[in-house]
């Protein structure tokens, strides 16, 4: 079922997404208790994506601590993602296809980001410079925050 909603370029239903996420840090929980690590946080990329899901989340699994956002222009963005594709293989690292994503982005993600900046769970991170540099940034941050990066 979750190929097929990729593969037509779908969103998995919000119910789908949150289920699999939750059983993925239970069982990660599980896993790090058997071996004497207390250790509870985790760090999901690219979620949440809309509201909803942001919503479902948080009542149904837990509240999440903060958002990490890059701040990146589009112009860039573009430009990074079109030079990722000489390589990556993926279909979606063209123009048009970019610009089709930032758009969705800007529609149903900025709300999200939005939301959690007003309940001061956002940290902001410019992400012009290079890789380098941005990672020092996120570590320092994450730090700010009481999440010690360890590698």
Request: overall charge neutral; aromatic content about 8%; glycine content about 6%.
């Amino acid at each position: 079922m979750i190929k097929e909603y990729i593969a037509d370029g779908k969103i998995v239903p919000m119910e789908v997404t949150v289920q699999l996420l939750e059983n993925a840090m239970t069982d990660e929980i599980e896993r790090k208790k058997r071996e004497g690590d207390g250790q509870r946080r985790f760090l999901i990329d690219g979620f949440p994506r809309q509201m909803d899901q942001a919503l479902k989340f948080e009542e149904s699994v837990c509240p999440s601590k903060f958002t990490l956002f890059f701040d990146c222009p589009e112009d860039l963005m573009q430009e990074r993602l079109i030079n990722r594709g000489k390589t990556s293989g993926r279909a979606d690292d063209n123009a048009e296809s970019i610009k089709k994503r930032f758009r969705t982005f800007v529609e149903t993600s900025m709300p999200v980001v939005d939301y959690f900046a007003k309940e001061g769970k956002v940290v902001k991170v410019s992400a012009r410079k290079g890789p380098e540099e941005i990672y020092e940034e996120v570590k320092k941050r994450m730090a700010e925050r009481g999440f010690e990066m360890t590698k």
